[in-house]
Protein backbone atom coordinates (compact mmCIF):
# COMPACT_ATOMS: atom_id res chain seq x y z
CA UNK A 1 0.00 0.00 0.00
CA UNK A 2 2.44 2.66 -1.40
CA UNK A 3 0.41 5.72 -1.75
CA UNK A 4 1.94 8.67 -3.23
CA UNK A 5 5.45 8.22 -3.82
CA UNK A 6 7.87 10.96 -4.43
CA UNK A 7 11.84 10.61 -4.90
CA UNK A 8 14.05 11.71 -4.41
CA UNK A 9 13.72 12.64 -0.66
CA UNK A 10 16.63 15.44 -0.08
CA UNK A 11 18.69 16.95 -3.24
CA UNK A 12 21.07 19.79 -3.58
CA UNK A 13 21.19 21.39 -6.52
CA UNK A 14 23.86 24.34 -8.17
CA UNK A 15 22.16 27.71 -9.58
CA UNK A 16 20.90 26.77 -13.04
CA UNK A 17 21.04 22.93 -13.19
CA UNK A 18 18.11 21.06 -14.06
CA UNK A 19 16.47 17.81 -12.73
CA UNK A 20 12.83 16.03 -12.38
CA UNK A 21 11.24 15.39 -8.71
CA UNK A 22 9.35 12.18 -9.44
CA UNK A 23 5.43 11.03 -8.10
CA UNK A 24 3.30 8.18 -8.36
CA UNK A 25 0.86 6.93 -7.05
CA UNK A 26 -0.84 3.52 -7.14
CA UNK A 27 -4.27 4.82 -6.68
CA UNK A 28 -5.75 4.93 -10.03
CA UNK A 29 -6.38 8.13 -8.96
CA UNK A 30 -7.39 10.75 -11.67
CA UNK A 31 -6.11 14.16 -10.20
CA UNK A 32 -2.74 14.67 -9.40
CA UNK A 33 -0.48 17.60 -8.74
CA UNK A 34 2.32 19.54 -7.00
CA UNK A 35 2.54 21.72 -4.12
CA UNK A 36 5.76 23.96 -2.29
CA UNK A 37 5.90 24.58 1.00
CA UNK A 38 7.83 27.79 2.39
CA UNK A 39 7.92 28.78 6.00
CA UNK A 40 5.08 31.00 6.98
CA UNK A 41 3.34 30.44 3.86
CA UNK A 42 1.48 26.85 3.96
CA UNK A 43 1.60 24.82 0.72
CA UNK A 44 1.09 26.73 -2.66
CA UNK A 45 -0.17 24.69 -5.56
CA UNK A 46 2.67 24.52 -9.04
CA UNK A 47 1.30 22.72 -11.63
CA UNK A 48 -1.98 19.65 -11.33
CA UNK A 49 -3.21 17.50 -13.49
CA UNK A 50 -7.00 15.91 -13.73
CA UNK A 51 -5.89 13.31 -15.65
CA UNK A 52 -3.40 11.77 -18.51
CA UNK A 53 -2.87 13.97 -21.01
CA UNK A 54 -4.49 17.20 -19.03
CA UNK A 55 -1.88 19.30 -17.19
CA UNK A 56 -2.76 22.83 -15.95
CA UNK A 57 -0.88 26.01 -13.72
CA UNK A 58 -1.89 26.78 -10.21
CA UNK A 59 -0.71 29.34 -8.53
CA UNK A 60 3.35 29.76 -8.44
CA UNK A 61 3.98 27.92 -12.05
CA UNK A 62 7.25 30.25 -13.56
CA UNK A 63 10.42 27.86 -13.54
CA UNK A 64 8.44 24.15 -13.62
CA UNK A 65 7.13 22.13 -16.37
CA UNK A 66 4.90 18.67 -15.77
CA UNK A 67 3.73 16.06 -17.79
CA UNK A 68 1.43 13.03 -17.09
CA UNK A 69 1.72 10.85 -19.89
CA UNK A 70 0.53 7.95 -17.64
CA UNK A 71 -2.24 7.75 -15.03
CA UNK A 72 -0.11 7.02 -12.28
CA UNK A 73 3.19 9.51 -12.64
CA UNK A 74 3.70 13.03 -12.64
CA UNK A 75 7.57 13.87 -12.78
CA UNK A 76 7.83 18.22 -12.03
CA UNK A 77 11.00 19.37 -13.65
CA UNK A 78 13.20 22.12 -13.01
CA UNK A 79 14.44 24.04 -15.86
CA UNK A 80 16.93 25.80 -14.72
CA UNK A 81 17.26 26.00 -10.80
CA UNK A 82 16.77 28.89 -8.75
CA UNK A 83 17.75 29.55 -4.91
CA UNK A 84 14.56 30.82 -4.40
CA UNK A 85 13.16 27.39 -5.60
CA UNK A 86 14.79 26.15 -2.43
CA UNK A 87 11.94 24.71 -0.58
CA UNK A 88 9.77 21.33 0.39
CA UNK A 89 7.74 20.04 -2.41
CA UNK A 90 4.58 17.80 -2.14
CA UNK A 91 3.03 15.64 -4.72
CA UNK A 92 -0.72 14.77 -4.01
CA UNK A 93 -3.39 12.99 -5.16
CA UNK A 94 -7.09 12.72 -5.23
CA UNK A 95 -10.13 10.16 -7.00
CA UNK A 96 -11.74 12.42 -9.23
CA UNK A 97 -15.22 12.28 -7.95
CA UNK A 98 -15.34 11.10 -4.52
CA UNK A 99 -15.12 14.31 -2.63
CA UNK A 100 -12.21 16.72 -1.98
CA UNK A 101 -9.65 14.48 0.31
CA UNK A 102 -6.48 14.72 -1.15
CA UNK A 103 -3.49 12.47 -0.14
CA UNK A 104 -0.02 13.75 -0.48
CA UNK A 105 3.28 11.94 -1.07
CA UNK A 106 6.24 12.56 2.29
CA UNK A 107 7.93 15.50 0.26
CA UNK A 108 10.88 16.28 -1.55
CA UNK A 109 13.75 18.55 0.17
CA UNK A 110 15.32 21.02 -2.39
CA UNK A 111 18.17 23.02 -1.87
CA UNK A 112 19.64 25.29 -4.44
CA UNK A 113 23.24 26.87 -4.05
CA UNK B 1 -3.15 38.03 -1.29
CA UNK B 2 -3.59 35.51 1.10
CA UNK B 3 -7.46 34.00 0.53
CA UNK B 4 -6.44 31.65 3.61
CA UNK B 5 -5.29 32.71 6.66
CA UNK B 6 -4.16 31.16 10.15
CA UNK B 7 -3.59 33.80 12.06
CA UNK B 8 -2.07 32.17 15.06
CA UNK B 9 1.69 30.36 14.15
CA UNK B 10 1.39 28.62 17.30
CA UNK B 11 -0.88 27.22 20.08
CA UNK B 12 -0.20 25.97 23.30
CA UNK B 13 -2.11 23.05 25.33
CA UNK B 14 -2.32 21.35 28.60
CA UNK B 15 -2.94 18.07 27.92
CA UNK B 16 -6.91 16.90 27.93
CA UNK B 17 -8.09 20.47 27.45
CA UNK B 18 -9.63 21.80 24.32
CA UNK B 19 -7.39 23.15 21.45
CA UNK B 20 -9.32 25.30 19.17
CA UNK B 21 -7.37 26.67 16.18
CA UNK B 22 -8.83 29.27 13.74
CA UNK B 23 -8.90 29.82 10.10
CA UNK B 24 -10.21 32.95 7.85
CA UNK B 25 -10.64 33.06 4.24
CA UNK B 26 -11.55 36.16 2.10
CA UNK B 27 -12.93 34.60 -1.25
CA UNK B 28 -16.31 34.06 -0.94
CA UNK B 29 -16.86 31.57 -3.86
CA UNK B 30 -14.86 28.94 -1.33
CA UNK B 31 -17.64 25.76 -0.87
CA UNK B 32 -15.27 23.42 0.62
CA UNK B 33 -12.93 23.63 3.53
CA UNK B 34 -10.21 20.85 4.92
CA UNK B 35 -7.90 20.44 7.48
CA UNK B 36 -5.08 19.34 7.40
CA UNK B 37 -2.17 17.95 10.10
CA UNK B 38 1.51 17.50 9.36
CA UNK B 39 4.17 15.94 11.19
CA UNK B 40 7.77 17.48 10.86
CA UNK B 41 9.12 15.32 7.53
CA UNK B 42 5.95 13.98 6.47
CA UNK B 43 3.54 14.74 4.11
CA UNK B 44 -0.14 16.52 5.28
CA UNK B 45 -2.61 14.10 5.99
CA UNK B 46 -6.33 14.74 5.85
CA UNK B 47 -8.34 15.33 9.06
CA UNK B 48 -11.71 16.52 8.46
CA UNK B 49 -13.28 18.46 6.09
CA UNK B 50 -16.86 20.61 6.41
CA UNK B 51 -19.34 21.73 3.21
CA UNK B 52 -20.18 24.98 3.02
CA UNK B 53 -23.80 23.79 3.37
CA UNK B 54 -23.38 22.97 6.76
CA UNK B 55 -22.15 24.98 10.04
CA UNK B 56 -20.75 21.73 11.98
CA UNK B 57 -18.95 18.87 10.99
CA UNK B 58 -17.69 16.06 13.82
CA UNK B 59 -15.23 13.12 14.03
CA UNK B 60 -14.40 11.56 17.42
CA UNK B 61 -12.00 14.18 19.24
CA UNK B 62 -12.60 16.54 16.03
CA UNK B 63 -14.80 19.23 15.24
CA UNK B 64 -15.03 22.04 12.89
CA UNK B 65 -17.60 25.02 12.77
CA UNK B 66 -17.80 26.87 10.08
CA UNK B 67 -19.11 30.36 10.08
CA UNK B 68 -20.17 31.50 6.02
CA UNK B 69 -21.50 35.15 7.29
CA UNK B 70 -17.40 35.80 9.10
CA UNK B 71 -15.73 33.87 6.88
CA UNK B 72 -14.39 31.60 9.37
CA UNK B 73 -14.07 28.59 10.68
CA UNK B 74 -12.20 26.60 13.73
CA UNK B 75 -11.15 23.14 14.58
CA UNK B 76 -12.12 21.79 18.18
CA UNK B 77 -9.81 19.24 19.37
CA UNK B 78 -11.18 17.49 22.82
CA UNK B 79 -9.62 16.20 24.92
CA UNK B 80 -6.15 17.28 23.80
CA UNK B 81 -3.46 14.47 23.53
CA UNK B 82 0.33 14.48 23.15
CA UNK B 83 0.54 12.81 19.62
CA UNK B 84 -1.99 16.15 18.41
CA UNK B 85 1.70 17.88 18.65
CA UNK B 86 2.02 19.12 15.20
CA UNK B 87 1.25 21.52 12.45
CA UNK B 88 -2.19 22.58 11.11
CA UNK B 89 -3.20 23.52 8.02
CA UNK B 90 -7.01 24.47 6.64
CA UNK B 91 -7.75 24.58 3.07
CA UNK B 92 -10.46 26.05 1.01
CA UNK B 93 -11.40 24.94 -2.49
CA UNK B 94 -14.12 26.52 -4.62
CA UNK B 95 -16.59 24.58 -6.59
CA UNK B 96 -16.05 20.96 -8.34
CA UNK B 97 -13.34 22.25 -10.94
CA UNK B 98 -11.65 23.95 -7.98
CA UNK B 99 -11.69 21.00 -6.29
CA UNK B 100 -7.73 19.69 -6.86
CA UNK B 101 -7.26 23.44 -6.58
CA UNK B 102 -6.56 23.82 -2.38
CA UNK B 103 -5.87 27.13 -1.39
CA UNK B 104 -3.46 26.43 2.15
CA UNK B 105 -3.24 28.81 5.13
CA UNK B 106 0.11 29.47 6.62
CA UNK B 107 -0.19 26.78 9.54
CA UNK B 108 -0.53 26.81 13.19
CA UNK B 109 1.84 24.62 15.15
CA UNK B 110 -0.01 23.15 18.32
CA UNK B 111 1.80 22.00 21.10
CA UNK B 112 -0.15 18.97 23.26
CA UNK B 113 2.42 19.92 27.07
CA UNK B 114 1.41 17.09 29.56
Known amino acids: NAGVTQTPKFQVLKTGQSMTLQCAQDMNHEYMSWYRQDPGMGLRLIHYSVGAGITDQGEVPNGYNVSRSTTEDFPLRLLSAAPSQTSVYFCASRVGTAGNTIYFGEGSWLTVV | DQQVKQNSPSLSVQEGRISILNCDYT??????FLWYKKYPAEGPTFLIS?????DKNEDGRFTVFLNKSAKHLSLHIVPSQPGDSAVYFCAASAGIGGAQKLVFGQGTRLTINP
Open chain 2, 27 to 32: NSMFDY
Open chain 2, 50 to 54: ISSIK
